[in-house]
């Protein structure tokens, strides 16, 4: 496929989203967690890090794959490794395949890695049908902690220039997984990860996976938009809610470190991502929303009042740590109790 199709599309992905108009449900909604009036504990010794590839973080936060190859996406990802260099927090690129053969293209990745540092979390990002030669020379331009591979059959099916064959995906993700030191992360790009393909990945060796269920940003939709030829909105709803993908997952082995994204907006998604079994969030639409409408400071607004809201209500379920927070009892009702 020519670059330039490719440079169109990212900025098209962008553009689309933010038109975007269909609202599915992550059921997080349906995930009850008592208040607790005698929590005993100071909001100053609120202990909000964790540990996530190796390093320690400020927040079990990350920002999630969203761009990377135009001067458009340049100035995102400067922003936004801005924000997690300030906020202590990892962050992944969105794919690099544009970067594997256009030089030029990976200023706009590595820009990432010169904000945070050699401290910072930088992951690298690429389809999971990439070689192990594209996938070692990925993680080298960003000298990433770890690299994501995305599962994003829905998008190419509706993608008039999309794949069309998704089989050998497996074999080539335990061929990675068995020859990568670093950690790889598994993810969807928002349809969600079912308990069975977990057991796929974990059976093949995978121990990080990022479920990105529905009910954020929505590539059926998106895709949609740019094709003339055919109407998908009939199936604008079809993918497993983000709630519901972090409980299957869960249920496979505690020996998976799970990224709870998908529809992460508010604090309380958050909080009760790490009570069903999530270690991390990811975020991608949301803080990129507020980013297009109101720049560095907006974004940063919004992360600095999420990160102090999630102190309030680990307080508030007497969580002094994320330990403590992760044993939380909770209870399901609803849809999602009716799906588990
Ligand atoms: C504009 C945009 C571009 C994206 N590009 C990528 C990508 O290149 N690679 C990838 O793995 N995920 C990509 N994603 C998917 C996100 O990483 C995430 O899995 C999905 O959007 C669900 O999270 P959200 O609801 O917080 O946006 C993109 C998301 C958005 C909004």
Redesign the pocket.
Known sequence: MKKDIRKDRKKE??EY?LKSISRNKTLFEDVYIEHISLPELNLDEIDTRTRFLDKIVEYPIMI????GGTEFSQEINRDLSKIAKRYNIPMAV??QTIALKDKESQESFRIVRKVMGKEGIVIA?LNANASLDEVKYAMDILDADGI?L?LNPAQELVMKEGDRDFRGVLDNIQNIVSNVEKPVII????FGISEKVAKLLYNVGVRYIDV?GIG??NFIEIEDKRNDKMDFSDIYSWGIPTALSLIQCHRVSEDITLIS????RTSMDIIKSLCIGGDLV?????I?KHLIEGGYDKANKYMRDLTYKIRVLMLLTGSKNIEELKKTPYKVKGDLKDLI
Do not use: R
Request: charged share 10%; glycine share 24%; hydrophobic share 25%.
């Open positions: 992905h962008i989203y999630n794959a969203i761009t969105g794919s990002n994501q995305h993810k969807e790009v928002g990105s954020g940003t994204s998908g529809g992460i990811g975020i991608s639409g949301e990129l």
